[in-house]
Structure formats: C-alpha cells, structure tokens
C-alpha cells in the first residue's frame, strides 16, 4: 500500500513558477515509481513527468519539457514537481501517483495505467 498526499496547488500568473509537492508513505516497498498526472475536466489525465525513487530517469511530457522538473527527496519521502514559465494551458487539477512497476519508456512512464496509487489531487491555476 502507497499512500500519496498533494499540496501546493494554487493561482499564478503565466510566465511564474510553482512548486507541488506530494508526501509519500509507505511500509512495504523500498522502491516505487512516482509520477505527476494532471486533468482538465472533460478530457483525459495527462502523464506530466515520471520518475523511480531509486535507480531510473526521469520522464517528461513533451508539453512541459524544459518548464518542469520532478525530484524526489528520499530523507523527507516527499516527490516534488517544479514548474516554471507557466501558460494558462497548464490549468488542471494535478495529481501524484505510485505504482510497483518500472517502465523502460515514457510511454509507459506516463501512463495512467501503470500507476495504482493516486493522490487526491491539488488545483494550479494560471491566469493570463
């Protein structure tokens, strides 16, 4: 069992930057593979960016590749999205995930089905 925590979430102006942030806890698995999800109400939840706690790359949508950075500090167990130069497109309401499978691609990486653990999901606005 992973359980996953988002906070960070909010409004910011395009062209700013945002950090989330998700708390991580588990007793049973000493490696995971997180990742960061984000959806728009009516469409599909976008893979954003995907990484293994231990060992592994990280993996990036093409929609935010060179804007987001996804880190993972193993001390505090808590992953972290970083965000910069923010467009109004990156609107949605942004998940954490988990899951015990470690994909080899970032078709696999940013899947929803690879994941079975997800967090409740935080809200970033960005206004123009």
């Known amino acids: 069992q992973i359980h996953l925590v988002e906070s960070g979430g909010g409004s910011v102006q395009a062209g700013g930057s945002l950090r989330l942030s998700c708390v991580v806890s588990?007793?049973?698995?000493?490696?995971?593979?997180v990742a960061w999800f984000r959806q728009v109400p009516g469409n599909e939840r976008e893979g954003v960016a995907s990484m293994r706690r231990v060992g592994g790359r990280s993996y990036y949508a093409d929609s935010v590749k060179g804007r987001a950075s996804i880190t993972l500090d193993s001390a505090q167990n808590t992953v972290y999205l970083q965000m910069t130069s923010l467009k109004p497109e990156d609107t949605a309401v942004y998940y954490c995930?988990?899951?015990?499978?470690?994909?080899?691609?970032?078709?696999?990486?940013?899947?929803?089905?690879?994941?079975?653990?997800w967090g409740q999901g935080t809200q970033v606005t960005v206004s123009s």
């Open positions: 995930a988990a899951g015990t499978f470690f994909p080899s691609a970032a078709l696999q990486a940013l899947k929803v089905g690879t994941y079975s653990y």
């Open positions: 588990t007793k049973n698995h000493a490696n995971y593979q």
